[in-house]
């Protein structure tokens, strides 16, 4: 009885259906949790964590000498004061990169090529934002203090936005970037 | 009167038996299980009323709210209903698990209302700022984002404030045991109680450890806290007080089909396993917000979002299996006996007590659990985290499960506690009904949008120009869903509130009775105890549900699969 | 007394509402917290080639 205290030992294993159910259940839990560690050394989309600590002006710094380095143009998003003029920066096949979020912008816009692989330094200046990149959907995190760095591979061509999916402030439902796929 | 037993049978002790049960009550507890259910549904009653508001505004065609109190009303209703409506709930089970069931008295009286008074002062304190628009941080409240200190304090008096009713509820376990008001094993609701007991420690722990340093630094006093070691602690703080809604509810589960269908568990051994093991590791699972954080490595994230090794998910399916088939057996036992689902259509559907739970158990396994082990998937994680689909699971756990379990449960405590029939009976039976469809809208509509990008925690997402017509639909779902919800919401506060005034007295006499599926002629009660092979209908039950979520994991890491890779 | 009926361990464990509690406690607290914030103090500082 599920309301009163039990007076007899009442300790038996499973019997029966319970049994069979107990075993078919144990056996996907098993199959799950072999899942990730697979994914981790054969799959290709994981998120290893590796990250670095930063001062916000540093990262900041280096961001602008990226910048000032690799840019080929200027992005104006139509439509959207918030995000207003940012450069349109084009990296090295297989370098680095840094793409800043802050209050409410992602800095600055990329341009990728198909097939190489970069390493995305992606950090915050002020709050937390999230990184949202549209429409594949892919999601990490940027938070003010680390340098999360993503070793991306673009494998699609075309126009991509990333949207800032933290809570960052009024402005944030329209805090987005772009990266461009060639 | 420090002589007095905590044993309720002793002669002289202030309680009552009931007229419906014929259980001992104790009048201490029965005082402050009223006083926390009621405060309880009336945080439920504001965390509603701002759900509708978000919902409405979400829905992008009627897009309701400004959005600086978009943002408000969103802080307002996560911390309402995640953490105020749930833990004076909670307070109010705690208590009647550790007393009625062991035939035992509350531990202490004052400490119920130093519990109870800090509780409240606190969710006042923190509901005021936010409305005064001072705390527009959202529940999580993360670092750098800084609210004003009343906030934090609010939060740390409603944390202390439970951990005390804790307290009280560990006391009285152990006098009633030195006292001997009960002799073997605590009943399985208890221990199910005792599971939320012990994972509410760790969680207000956790509580303590990071909003005293962040309460601190918005007083200007300390250093800023680092703000991914807030997001580690504040999740021990914000995902493990919902699995003390989980434990919760599972007691519920068990008091409920008991009460209504006389069920009992099917293995006592297997049941209390299931609660250990979401005693040990279902705490870990802490570690889903963070699975595309940086600093924290793959070894720890795999670890740990697995519970260790799913250990906790098959607590879970352990109970989804036990549930119904005591159910089953029962049902059987009373003479149901034909074909393999015989026994599931002469089941009291008409009973809001048990139509909340068997929705309950629906809407929390098949929806909730199976997209809740899928999205805590380490890699599966990168196309879900933040999304829509975060608020669509948890919807469905913490709403349509926990929230209707517990309104299911208020069906029989306001007769049975509070002493009084429910009015409008009719109404009462449509209304678990329609809170479980308006909620499995909702859920729906946030679960496709977030599949297509939509963001969780976003005014508007037009600002974007990046979401078509389809996720404009879902988010009409979500609308159309929310308003169900609330509807059936009100009705289910007007109808508690008004039985509190209106109710008929019930004195002495048994309470009126719900509909519970009689015994047939020639059943006999345990002909089935020694027959592990009577739940032929829960076996296919579960085993479609097991199919469902082969089917949806790895139909997601097949999504995965699609996008590019990373590392 | 005499004759009572002998007790299974792991009913021993369940019926230790204490001894839950501690490990209750003691296991996230570890798996989770503790071993987290190691990973935290461990993050070295970034070089910014």
């Known amino acids: 009885m599920s309301l009163r205290p039990l007076t007899a030992p009442w300790f038996h294993g499973p019997a029966g259906h319970e049994k069979i159910w107990l075993g078919c259940a144990i056996l996907w839990c098993f199959v799950m949790s072999l899942m990730m560690p697979y994914w981790h050394f054969r799959g290709k989309q994981n998120s290893t964590g590796e990250a670095y600590t930063v001062k916000p002006a540093d990262f900041l710094a280096r ?56 390493r995305i330094h992606l950090s915050a200046l002020d709050l937390q934002h999230g990184f949202s990149l549209q429409p594949l959907n892919m999601n990490f995190q940027a938070v003010p203090g680390y340098d999360h760095v993503l070793t991306l591979t673009p494998t699609s061509k075309g126009e991509f936005t990333i949207v800032c999916n933290e809570f960052c402030g009024i402005g944030h439902s329209s805090m987005t970037g772009k990266i461009f796929v060639e | 009167m420090s002589t007095t037993s905590h044993n309720l049978a002793a002669p002289g002790t202030p309680g009552r038996v009931c007229g419906t049960t014929g259980l001992h009550v104790c009048f201490d507890a029965q005082r402050f299980i009223k006083l926390n259910a009621v405060s309880g549904i009336v945080f439920l009653l504001l965390g509603g009323i701002a759900a509708l508001l978000l919902a409405l505004t979400r829905w992008q065609t009627v897009h309701l709210l400004p959005v600086d109190w978009f943002y408000r009303i969103l802080t307002f209703h996560g911390l309402n209903m995640l953490i105020f409506w749930i833990l004076f709930f909670e307070v109010a089970i705690l208590y009647f698990a550790c007393t009625t069931p062991l035939n035992a008295r509350l531990y202490s009286r004052k400490v119920a209302w130093l519990s109870f008074t800090l509780m409240i002062v606190g969710a006042l304190m923190t509901d005021y700022i936010i409305l005064k628009g001072q705390a527009d941080v959202m529940m999580t409240s993360y670092l750098p984002l800084l609210a004003h200190p009343v906030f934090y304090l609010g939060i740390i008096l409603m944390a202390v404030g439970t951990l005390i009713g804790v307290f009280n509820f560990f006391a009285t376990l152990y006098v009633a045991k030195r006292d001997k008001a009960y ?22 722990l956790h509580g303590a450890v990071v909003m005293i340093p962040t309460f601190t630094y918005s007083m200007g006093w300390t250093a800023e806290p680092d703000p991914i070691w807030y997001r580690l602690i504040w999740w021990g703080l914000g995902h ?75 607590a879970s399916m352990v109970h989804g299996f ?41 809407i929390f396994g098949f929806l ?49 506690i509070f002493q009084r029939d429910f009015i409008w009976r009719g109404l009462a039976r449509v209304q678990p009904w329609l809170f479980g469809l308006g909620i499995t809208l909702l859920a729906f509509g946030m679960s496709f949008a977030g599949s297509m990008g939509v963001s969780r925690r976003s005014y508007d997402i037009d600002a974007q120009g990046v979401y078509g017509p389809a996720a404009h639909l879902w988010l009409g779902v979500l609308g159309v869903g929310g308003v169900l919800a609330f509807l059936s919401l009100l009705i289910f506060v007007v109808l508690c509130v008004g039985t509190l005034f209106f109710g008929k007295k019930i004195e002495g006499r048994p309470m009126a009775d719900w509909g519970t599926p009689p015994a047939l002629a020639g059943s006999t009660p345990g002909s089935l105890a020694h027959d592990h092979y009577a739940t032929k209908g829960t076996m ?28 | 007394m005499k004759n009572e009926p002998k007790i299974h ?35 070295k500082p970034a070089l910014l080639p």
């Not at chain 1, 998003?77 to 912008?105: K, S």
């Not at chain 2, 605590?186 to 207000?204: D, E, R, S, W, Y």
């Not at chain 3, 230790?16 to 071993?35: A, K, T």
């Open chain 1, 63 to 118: 961001t602008e000498k990226f910048v000032a380095a690799n840019r080929v143009g200027t992005y104006k998003h139509p439509g959207n004061a918030l995000l207003g003029e940012v450069p349109i920066v084009e990296p090295p096949p297989g370098g680095d990169v840094y793409l800043i979020g802050r209050m409410w912008q992602w800095y600055p816009a990329l341009r990728l090529r198909q097939g190489e692989t970069y």
């Open chain 2, 183 to 204: 002799t073997g094993s605590m009943p399985i609701v208890t221990f199910g109680a005792l599971a939320a007991a012990i994972i509410a420690v760790v969680t207000l």
């Open chain 2, 240 to 314: 493990q007080s919902q699995q003390v809604n989980v434990c919760a509810m599972v007691s519920v589960w068990y008091l409920l089909t008991h009460i209504v269908l006389g069920s009992r568990p099917v293995n006592e051994a297997v049941c209390r396993s299931a609660f250990v093991l979401y005693i040990l590791f279902i705490n870990l699972a802490s570690a889903h917000h963070l699975l595309v954080d940086p600093a924290v490595g793959a070894t720890w994230k795999i670890w740990n979002t697995s519970y260790a090794m799913y250990l906790a998910v098959l």
């Open chain 2, 322 to 362: 036990t549930v119904p088939a005591g159910a089953e057996i029962a049902m059987r036992e009373k003479g149901y006996t034909s074909g393999i689902f015989g026994w599931v259509t002469a089941l009291p559907w008409k009973n809001p007590a048990f139509s909340g739970t068997a929705l309950s158990v629906v």
């Open chain 2, 368 to 416: 909730g659990g199976i997209t809740g082990v899928t999205l805590g998937t380490q890699q599966i994680n990168i196309i879900a985290h933040n999304t829509l689909r975060i608020p669509g699971h948890f919807h469905v756990t913490v709403v349509g499960g926990t929230t209707l379990a517990f309104m299911a449960l208020a069906y029989y405590v306001i007769p049975l």
């Open chain 2, 540 to 567: 296919v039950l579960t085993l479609v549900f097991l199919a469902c979520f082969v089917v949806y994991y790895f139909a997601n890491w097949k999504a995965l699969a699609d996008v590019w890779p990373v590392r």
């Open chain 3, 9 to 43: 361990p792991w009913q021993k464990l369940m019926d230790n509402p204490w001894l839950l509690l501690v490990l209750g406690v003691l296991i996230p607290v570890l798996s989770y917290s503790v071993w987290g914030w190691i990973e935290l103090l461990f993050t």
